[in-house]
């Protein structure tokens, strides 16, 4: 993941789907249609990547926010908070 794109690191910091279909538009407006036996058809194999990017991406934004409850209750318990200086 590149920490610079501030689209990437939004994609990557969020689980709300419309963001990332927002973005899928973006991307692929006017792109994303083949031509397969004289008919458009969307491209599966773009949507699979995406869709499951979008999944993974889901999931690991519910891990990060869970360890960072974790963190937060362990400072509670022990009476440390992020701010402290020390």
Not at 66 to 85: Q, S
């Amino acid at each position: 993941m590149n920490q610079n794109d501030p689209v990437t690191n939004m994609l990557h910091n969020t689980d709300d789907p419309s963001v990332w279909a927002e973005e899928f538009c973006r991307l692929f407006h006017g792109k994303i249609v083949t031509i397969l036996e004289s008919r458009e058809e969307v491209d599966p194999g773009l949507m699979i990547g995406w869709f499951a990017n979008a999944m993974m991406v889901a999931i690991n934004h519910y891990e990060r926010r869970k360890l960072h409850a974790k963190d937060e209750l362990r400072n509670v318990f022990e009476g440390t908070t992020n701010d402290d200086p020390s």
